[in-house]
């Protein structure tokens, strides 16, 4: 089992920056590819990005590129969103998930964070 734990969301005017982080505890060796996705009601959870286990590749949603950047620290067992230029219609809650594979459906990860709610005011 792996708990995951989001934290660092907040209230964030537009144009702004925040850095969520996710941290893992219980069975985190071998280390899994982890994930974040955001969800808004009425929405479907939607892919935000992902990076592998080794951190040697990272993938994004083509919504995010160039403003998001997931990074980890495997010694910390912990995954970072580093988030910037936020819109809002970026507000959702976060969260971070874990899988054996990288995919951009929420149904291909195991374990789940609670999540962590970002608001991006205009």
């Known amino acids: 089992q792996v708990q995951l734990v989001e934290s660092g969301g907040g209230l964030v005017q537009a144009g702004g920056s925040l850095r969520l982080s996710c941290a893992a505890s219980?069975?985190?060796?071998?280390?899994?590819?982890m994930a974040w996705f955001r969800q808004t009601p009425g929405k479907e959870r939607e892919f935000v990005g992902a990076i592998a286990r080794s951190s040697s590749n990272t993938y994004y949603a083509d919504s995010v590129k160039g403003r998001f950047t997931i990074s980890r620290d495997n010694a910390k067992n912990t995954v970072y969103l580093q988030m910037n230029s936020l819109k809002p219609e970026e507000t959702a809650v976060y969260y971070c998930?874990?899988?054996?594979?990288?995919?951009?459906?929420?149904?291909?990860?195991?374990?789940w964070g609670q999540g962590t709610q970002v608001t991006v005011s205009s």
């Open positions: 219980g069975r985190t060796f071998p280390p899994y590819n």
């Open positions: 998930a874990a899988g054996n594979r990288i995919v951009t459906t929420p149904g291909g990860y195991i374990y």
